[in-house]
T-cell receptor
Framework: AQSVAQPEDQVNVAEGNPLTVKCTYSVSGNPYLFWYVQYPNRGLQFLLKYITGDNLVKGSYGFEAEFNKSQTSFHLKKPSALVSDSALYFCAVRVSSGGYNKLIFGAGTRLAVHP | NAGVMQNPRHLVRRRGQEARLRCSPMKGHSHVYWYRQLPEEGLKFMVYLQKENIIDESGMPKERFSAEFPKEGPSILRIQQVVRGDSAAYFC????????????????FGPGTRLTVT
């Protein structure tokens, strides 16, 4: 079955420290992978995507993600966390069926950045 | 270019009433997706529609839930005879047509409708 796993419910980081939010996937074929962020009482905002090409993808707000095919992972990273990065982060994979696409989301990881 | 719009943002219904959630996709987008987010959970796919067509409703409960995307006007997610378990945030997303250069690559999300069933 095609799926996305975010093994951590919550990640706590001190401001200024690097952060990593983990994501692993299971899909057939080449994966299209996404990260979205959700602030309280808001919709999802697109952060970045991996389609093909360089394994290190740079996105919005200083975030980046590294695609690792052998480990089937797509971890989200940022070199220096900000308090304003505190939010809920979702990893997603696009699956294709019957000629159309849909997204399968992980359960989400809550990032808390402490001053 | 306005983003995906959803209304109402908050909706309170008593058990047994009907809930109607509206979604206006981004201009030029002809694909609409509905997702449900239960408290403290991720997003679950419900239904995928194109204009006047339901393409995939595999995530939609078989009873009480229906969706449409008419030729004119917004997409509607309709929940009849709501129950407490329907309380959730319902998100709509849209994406460009398939012949677009970025078709299906990204979905753009609306702010969601938070349904509370009392």
């Amino acid at each position: 079955a095609q799926s996305v796993a975010q093994p951590e419910d919550q990640v706590n980081v001190a401001e200024g420290n690097p952060l990593t939010v983990k994501c692993t996937y299971s899909v057939s074929g080449n994966p299209y992978l996404f990260w979205y962020v959700q602030y309280p009482n808001r919709g999802l905002q697109f952060l970045l995507k991996y389609i093909t090409g360089d394994n290190l993808v740079k996105g919005s707000y200083g975030f980046e993600a590294e695609f690792n095919k052998s480990q089937t992972s797509f971890h989200l990273k940022k070199p220096s966390a900000l308090v304003s990065d505190s939010a809920l982060y979702f990893c997603a994979v696009r699956v294709s069926s019957g000629g159309y696409n849909k997204l399968i989301f992980g359960a989400g990881t809550r990032l808390a950045v402490h001053p | 270019n306005a983003g995906v719009m959803q209304n109402p943002r908050h909706l309170v219904r008593r058990r047994g009433q009907e809930a109607r959630l509206r979604c206006s996709p981004m201009k030029g987008h002809s694909h609409v997706y509905w997702y449900r987010q239960l408290p403290e959970e991720g997003l679950k796919f419900m239904v995928y529609l194109q204009k006047e067509n339901i393409i995939d409703e595999s995530g939609m409960p078989k009873e009480r839930f229906s969706a449409e995307f008419p030729k004119e006007g917004p997409s509607i997610l309709r929940i009849q005879q709501v129950v407490r378990g329907d309380s959730a945030a319902y998100f709509c997303a849209s994406s460009p047509p398939r012949d677009s250069s970025i078709a299906g690559v990204e979905q753009y999300f609306g702010p969601g409708t938070r349904l509370t069933v009392t």
